[in-house]
């Protein structure tokens, strides 16, 4: 069986799991803030605050952000239901814009009109890692000065073209950017989540909220000759990474260079394998964005029927994946407010003509070679020219 994609662990992995499990401090501690610093030199970021996972990364920066009860938060419902939830957990109303049809990524043309006095912040997302135009959003958002924050949960390791120089995703362009550690994710902690920001004081208010409200952290309460009791002067959470997870991810981003450069290989050889297939659509790379190929999604000619297509391939042997979720179409938003600023067609559609491929650091030559042979054999069979 081919899986739509694999985490790429080792024994470097299982030999710092190990270290960490006799050192005697499991949970967020000196792993978590060697993590932090690492993770913010490699995106040339200030601040890096990890989490729990991504979505506890977004509840964070949108509160940061000020966005409450009442307000409203411009993105798109085409990505997974995480991004529109966290604006939920806010108090605060989703208004979803169109997206492109080549990148699947918000349509920088939409965001203006979308805006209202009650638009809080913009939270735009770098949808399978393809980058977004966060150079125009970012203009945008500056302009009305609204925050900006960045779904960066697919995203490390992704490039965008910035005043002349490629510079990593996650250092932000808005205020804060978030991403997911996932083991869909091509840096994996198994769950797990980083905030990056510019700010000094989201980050702090980033570590307050993940740890209860807790005014002292228990790593300073445990190192102090004194004793210490910590107040907790707000509602917080628990959205802490623990030094398990945090040992993990540093072996991870040491070899990610290595694992970004092998996807955008394969990205390269799956346009070659399928480009003889009439009127399939490929991805899309803009000129100014580098992505780290965390999917690779294609869009089946018209006249397939999209679960005939899936279904085909996994009586091969092949998993695959329908096009990213539309939010605004799920039964849990049913009774939830949110709006859209105008006709979300483009996202119906990829949602309903896209397929995902496998794609991991472990699936060899022959075995793509296979795949594009196999998803071939299914639209000639299957859909109707």
């Not at 989201?202 to 807790?214: A, I, S, V």
């Not at 096009?323 to 990829?350: F, K, T």
């Amino acid at each position: 069986m081919i899986p739509i994609t694999k985490p790429f662990l080792n024994e470097h992995e299982a030999d710092v799991m190990r270290r960490v499990i006799f050192s005697g401090w499991i949970t967020q501690g000196p792993e978590v803030a060697a993590f932090e610093r690492e993770f913010a030199e490699y995106v040339d970021a200030p601040f890096a605050c990890a989490v729990s996972s991504c979505t506890t990364a977004l509840h964070l920066a949108l509160l940061a952000a000020g966005v409450g009860p009442g307000h409203e938060v411009i993105t798109v419902s085409h990505s997974f239901i995480a991004t529109a939830n966290s604006i939920r957990y806010c108090g605060a109303t989703p208004v979803f814009v169109d997206v492109e049809s080549d990148t699947f990524n918000i349509d920088p043309d939409l965001i203006e009109a979308a805006i209202s006095p009650l638009t809080r912040a913009i939270l735009c997302v770098h949808q399978m890692g393809m980058p977004c135009d966060v150079t125009r959003i970012a203009q945008i958002a500056e302009r009305h000065s609204i925050p900006l924050v960045e779904d960066a949960a697919c995203a490390i390791g992704s490039e965008i073209l910035w005043n002349g120089r490629w510079e990593r995703i996650g250092r932000p362009r808005g205020d804060a950017a978030c991403f997911s550690f996932h083991p869909r994710k091509i840096l994996s902690t198994g769950e797990g989540g980083m905030i990056t920001t510019k700010h000094q004081d989201w980050d702090t208010r980033f570590r307050l909220l993940r740890q209860h409200g807790m005014s002292v952290p228990d790593t300073v309460r445990h190192a102090s000759n004194n004793v210490i009791f910590e107040s907790y002067t707000e509602l917080g959470f628990n959205y802490r990474m623990t030094d398990l997870q945090a040992a993990i991810g540093r072996e991870q981003l040491k070899r990610l260079p290595e694992l970004v450069i092998r996807r955008r290989v394969m990205a390269t050889m799956y346009r070659v394998f399928l480009a003889g297939i009439p009127d399939l659509g490929l991805p899309a790379e803009p000129d100014w964005a580098r992505s780290n190929w965390q999917s690779y999604c294609v869009r089946l000619p018209q006249g397939c029927d999209q679960r005939e297509i899936m279904q085909a391939l996994l009586d091969r042997e092949i998993a695959a994946r329908r096009g990213i979720m539309c939010v605004h179409r799920e039964p849990a938003y049913e009774n939830q407010p949110w709006r859209a600023a105008g006709p979300l067609d483009r996202s119906e559609r990829a949602q309903d003509e896209c397929i995902l491929l496998p794609l991991y650091h472990q699936l060899e030559h022959r075995e793509r070679q296979f795949i594009a042979a196999q998803l071939r054999a299914a639209i000639t069979a299957d859909c109707i020219v």
